[in-house]
């Protein structure tokens, strides 16, 4: 099992910042993805962001590339979303998940989370 814990959402004006935190457990896995997905009200979720452990894949929806900066502080257990030009678009709950494979994060996107966090709401409005 791992333990996701998201936090950092909020109320931000169109063109500003946010990070978002996922803290999570240890995990002792050599095969995985972690990454963040977002869902806005009546629409599909999205795969935004996810970093495989192996070949170093991270890979960015188009809509948030070069806007949006994923990282991890693997000494902390703290995954990072930068995110910055914030549009009303981008406005969802944003969930933290880990893939119990790393395929699961590649080019084509973040696939699938085997286990996942609460979510933190980002609202984009004016």
């Known amino acids: 099992q791992v333990q996701l814990e998201e936090s950092g959402g909020g109320l931000v004006q169109p063109g500003g910042s946010l990070t978002l935190s996922c803290a999570h457990s240890?995990?002792?896995?050599?095969?995985?993805?972690i990454g963040w997905f977002r869902q806005a009200p009546g629409k599909e979720r999205e795969g935004v962001s996810c970093?495989?452990?192996?070949?170093?894949?991270?890979y960015y929806a188009e809509s948030v590339k070069g806007r949006f900066t994923i990282s991890r502080d693997n000494a902390k257990n703290i995954m990072y979303l930068e995110m910055h030009n914030l549009k009303p678009e981008d406005a969802a709950v944003y969930y933290c998940?880990?893939?119990?494979?790393?395929?699961?994060?590649?080019?084509?996107?973040?696939?699938?989370?085997?286990?996942w966090g609460r979510g933190t709401q980002v609202t984009v409005s004016s």
């Open positions: 998940a880990v893939g119990l494979r790393a395929y699961y994060c590649s080019g084509y996107g973040f696939l699938e989370g085997d286990y």
């Open positions: 240890d995990f002792a896995l050599d095969d995985y993805s």
């Open positions: 970093i495989a452990s192996n070949f170093g894949v991270t």
